[in-house]
C-alpha cells in the first residue's frame, strides 16, 4: 500500500471511530464536542495569561479548542470533512519523518487548550503518541484544576469560581476549602466577609485593605469554627453537607439568638452551639458545644 492509501485509509478509520463515539456518547449523556476555550476562561474568570516556554504535553491532557472545537469530538477524532486535507498532510508528513513544528496550546491548571495545531494534536492520537511537543501560554485561574473532572466540576459551581475569584482566598491562604453545597450561598460568606471588615476598620480606625480583611475573616472567624466542627467530627451526622455549610449555619445561629435577645452582643459561639444542639441533632451537636467550649471565642 502507498503512502497516498495509507493516509486516506487512516482518515476513514479516524472518522468511523469518531461516528461511533458520537452514537455511543449521545446515548450515555456524555458531551461529543471539545470544550469551547473563550467560553470556560470567561467561566473560570481566567487571566494574566504569561509565556509558559516549550515542553512535552500529555495528549490526553488537551481537552479543548480555541476555535475548532466542533471539528473534533473529545477524543480529537475528526467529525467533519473538511478537515481532511489538513489531517491527510499531517498524517503523510509522518510516513516521511518530517519534524512537525510544535502545536500552541493555552494551559488551566493541568488541562490544556489547542491555539494551534488542532490537526496535529488529532493525528498524533490516532497514531498512539502520548506526548507531543508544545509551546504553553499559562492563564492563572482562581480555583484549582487538577483534571478534566475538575475543570468540569468548577464550570458547574459558577457562585464557587465567583466566590474564589473575589476573594482570591486560595492565594491569600491556599490551604482553604471553602466549599458550599446550596446554590446561592457564596453571597451570605461574601457580606460575612464585609462586616468583618467594616469592624476591623473601627478596630484600627482606617480602611481595611479587602485582602488583609479575606485573610483576617479567614483565621479568626470562620477557621476557629471549622476547628470546632472537625474536633467534634460533625461531618459524620451530615454526610451531605461541608465545613462551610455547617459554618454557616453556626454562625447564623449565633446572628439570630443576638437579634432574638435584642442585639445581645454577650450570646457567645458557646451558647450558639448548645443552643444549635437543643434544636437539631442532639448527640452530634452536643459534641460541637463541649468543643467550642474548650476554645478560645472567634473574632468579630
Not at 147 to 164: K, N
Request: include cysteine; aromatic fraction near 10%.
Amino acid at each position: 500500500m502507498t503512502f497516498d492509501s495509507q493516509v486516506h485509509s487512516d482518515f476513514e478509520h479516524a472518522r468511523r471511530k469518531a461516528s461511533w463515539r458520537n452514537v455511543i456518547n449521545r446515548l450515555t449523556g456524555r458531551r461529543t464536542e471539545l470544550l469551547r476555550f473563550e467560553e470556560v476562561r470567561r467561566q473560570l474568570r481566567a487571566q494574566g495569561r504569561h509565556e509558559a516556554g516549550a515542553r512535552p504535553v500529555m495528549l490526553d491532557a488537551i481537552v479543548g479548542s480555541v476555535g475548532r472545537y466542533r471539528d473534533f469530538d473529545t477524543a480529537f477524532l475528526p467529525l467533519q470533512t473538511q478537515t481532511k486535507r489538513r489531517w491527510l498532510s499531517i498524517d503523510r508528513a509522518h510516513y516521511d519523518d518530517l519534524v512537525l513544528p510544535p502545536v500552541e496550546l493555552y494551559r488551566l491548571g493541568e488541562t490544556y487548550f489547542v491555539k494551534d495545531g488542532n490537526h496535529r494534536v488529532s493525528v498524533a492520537r490516532e497514531r498512539g503518541q502520548v506526548y507531543i511537543d508544545a509551546v504553553v501560554i499559562e492563564l492563572h485561574a482562581p480555583v484549582p484544576i487538577g483534571s478534566l473532572a475538575e475543570l468540569e466540576e468548577w464550570i458547574g459551581q459558577q457562585d464557587a469560581v465567583e466566590f474564589l475569584s473575589t476573594t482570591r482566598l486560595l492565594l491569600l491562604r491556599p490551604e482553604a476549602q471553602v466549599l458550599l453545597t446550596l446554590p446561592g450561598q457564596y453571597e451570605r460568606l461574601l457580606e460575612h466577609i464585609s462586616v468583618h471588615r467594616w469592624f476591623l476598620g473601627i478596630e484600627a480606625d482606617c480602611e481595611i485593605p479587602y485582602a488583609e480583611a479575606v485573610a483576617s475573616w479567614y483565621d479568626r472567624v470562620y477557621l476557629p469554627i471549622v476547628e470546632g466542627i472537625r474536633e467534634a467530627s460533625m461531618l459524620r451526622e451530615f454526610p451531605k453537607r461541608t465545613e462551610a455549610d455547617l459554618y454557616l449555619w453556626l454562625i447564623e445561629h449565633l446572628w439570630y439568638l443576638r437579634e432574638a435577645g435584642e442585639r445581645d452582643e454577650t450570646v457567645s459561639l458557646d451558647d450558639a452551639a448548645r443552643a444549635f444542639a437543643d434544636d437539631f441533632s442532639p448527640r452530634a451537636t452536643r459534641r460541637l458545644a463541649r468543643a467550642f467550649r474548650r476554645r478560645p471565642s472567634a473574632g468579630a
